[in-house]
């Protein structure tokens, strides 16, 4: 729980925080929270069900109905796909493999060393900004970057001073709320933009009018630094305020490098520079080019592990196999609630896709969008409005641009504007709101982190009621800046503008 030094008088906004926090702070522990949305998700799908309720999804022609659990069909369903929910639940793996592997890093006192060395000189005030810019770029790996970069902010924290906790919140804010900006062509950019150009060919089939990947480039590395201005920014004057001292009983504390962590670091910095080496060897013109972002995962799984050996056998740390296996052993233990969870999110994830609520919530949102009548700017911006609020339920941003795109490129085309500029709306609008959803697995990773190491009594009210504001602040933030950008007439991309080329059409 957070806490103020002060004896001042609180402001509105505080105060507004301090109510998110006690709201959400009731809210039940994770698995049973999920408990409650999956019998939600099945009564209201039932009842979709039986009423008849149907919507036409743009992109396939075909009507869409919610699917009934309770029915034969639906019992076949769960049947088959209790286990599948949960050994599929992506966030599984990804969590329990990246942690063993930090886990190895940090048992062995590298990353404390580490930072110790490369902090030294450093401003205090200056660390939160890194650390958003850090999640913001580091969203090249995709998810990863949800479960690498928190932990690793909360150590930076310690060491210069601050709260681990906020420095797990600026971390995440950057990877979650950032998540569309990058300085480099991310996974992202591919990805949208074959929807994007799936949604013209459908909307003028015989066109060789497209979009590439880099169509939101320019923006996107203006937003980078943008994202990690705001991000820190507000970390620092509504966030901070709100936590007081650190006086945890972490181990992590950052003391004088020793001579033997000296030797390790020099062990740890040789073995991934020869790792880099061959992984450069083997994905760019060798065996496994064009497999680099697929196999990002095992990449970093391997590199923190050989490095956390590498300095745990150097800097006697690790003096045999017993002491590796203990230092595993350790940091699973602390995964057991978040485990917990997995399962349960699991299956309610499934079930929500399964009954298509999510898509008939989509469709419904575009077509109450698409009869309001906007033009102009304020159709862009009532369109940012409307991803941001369908993100809250939907995480995956694919799923949602797979649905948008057949409805808005066509409309927004109509009205002139480039597919690649719809494109950048429908980005700003779905990125912001992800720290804070509950729908994440990954805030709930974040929670399971902060509790076992830093604060015992953390709620996930105190993440949800401080991220809240983080990301509104941020999002109007950026509709001010794409609003100024686009009346700037400033490319978005290369070549790209605010509005179609004469002769598309």
């Not at 399964?354 to 159709?379: R, V, Y």
Request: proline share 5%.
């Amino acid at each position: 729980m957070s806490k103020s030094n002060t004896t001042t008088k609180k402001s509105w906004v505080d105060s507004m925080i301090s109510g998110i926090e006690a709201v959400c702070n009731k809210l039940p522990p994770p698995a049973i929270l999920f408990c409650v949305l999956f019998v939600v998700v099945a009564v209201i799908g039932a009842i979709f069900n039986i009423a008849g309720v149907s919507l036409v999804n743009p992109s396939t022609g075909e009507a869409v109905t919610a699917a009934n659990l309770f029915s034969t069909e639906g019992l076949h369903w769960f049947l088959n796909n209790m286990v599948k929910n949960f050994t599929g639940f992506a966030p599984l793996g990804l969590v329990i493999a990246m942690t063993l592997a930090i886990g190895l890093c940090e048992e062995s006192g590298m990353l404390i060393a580490l930072l110790n060395t490369a902090l030294k000189n450093v401003p205090a005030t200056l660390v939160p900004y890194v650390i958003a810019f850090v999640g913001t770029v580091g969203n090249i790996a995709s998810d990863t970057a949800m479960v690498v970069i928190p932990p690793l902010a909360a150590l930076v924290y310690m060491g210069v001073g601050k709260h681990p906790v906020i420095g797990m919140m600026v971390g995440y804010a950057g990877a979650q709320a950032g998540f569309t900006a990058n300085l480099m062509i991310a996974g992202t950019d591919t990805l949208l933009q074959g929807l994007t150009n799936d949604a013209i060919l459908s909307f003028i089939p015989d066109t060789t009018f497209a979009v590439d990947a880099a169509c939101n480039w320019y923006f996107m590395i203006a937003s980078t630094f943008l994202c990690s201005i705001v991000i820190g920014t507000v970390s620092i004057k509504l966030i901070e305020p709100r936590f007081g001292k650190y006086e945890g009983a972490s181990g992590d504390k950052i003391d004088e490098v020793t001579a033997d962590q000296k030797k390790g670091l020099r062990a740890a910095g040789i073995t991934a520079i020869v790792y880099i080496a061959l992984i450069a060897a083997l994905f760019y013109g060798g065996p496994l080019k064009g497999m680099f972002l697929k196999g990002m995962i095992p990449i970093l799984f391997v590199l923190f592990s050989l490095c956390g050996l590498s300095f745990g056998i150097v800097s006697k740390a690790y003096k045999n196999v017993v002491d590796v296996n203990k230092a595993m052993t350790r940091q699973m233990s602390a995964m057991g609630s978040y485990v917990l969870f997995c399962f349960f999110c699991g299956q309610f994830q499934g079930l929500f896709n399964w009954t298509k609520l999510g898509t008939m919530l989509a469709i419904a949102g575009a077509d109450f969008f698409e009869s309001i009548g906007f033009t102009g700017i304020p159709l862009c911006v009532a369109f940012i409005v409307l991803c941001a609020f369908v993100n809250i339920f939907i995480s995956s941003g694919s799923a949602k641009w797979a649905i948008f795109a057949p409805i808005f490129v066509p409309m927004f085309m109509l009205l002139g504007f480039h597919p690649g500029y719809t494109q950048l709306l429908y980005r700003l609008g779905d990125s912001p709101f992800n720290c804070w959803t509950p729908m994440s697995p990954y805030i709930w990773m974040v929670l399971e982190v902060a509790k076992s190491k830093y604060d015992k009594d953390l709620k996930i009210g105190t993440l949800i009621g401080n991220l809240i504001p983080l990301s509104i602040i941020l999002q109007i933030i950026w509709i001010i800046f794409v609003v100024i950008w686009s009346l700037a007439g400033i490319p978005i991309g290369p070549g790209v503008g605010m509005y179609l080329p004469a002769g598309i059409m």
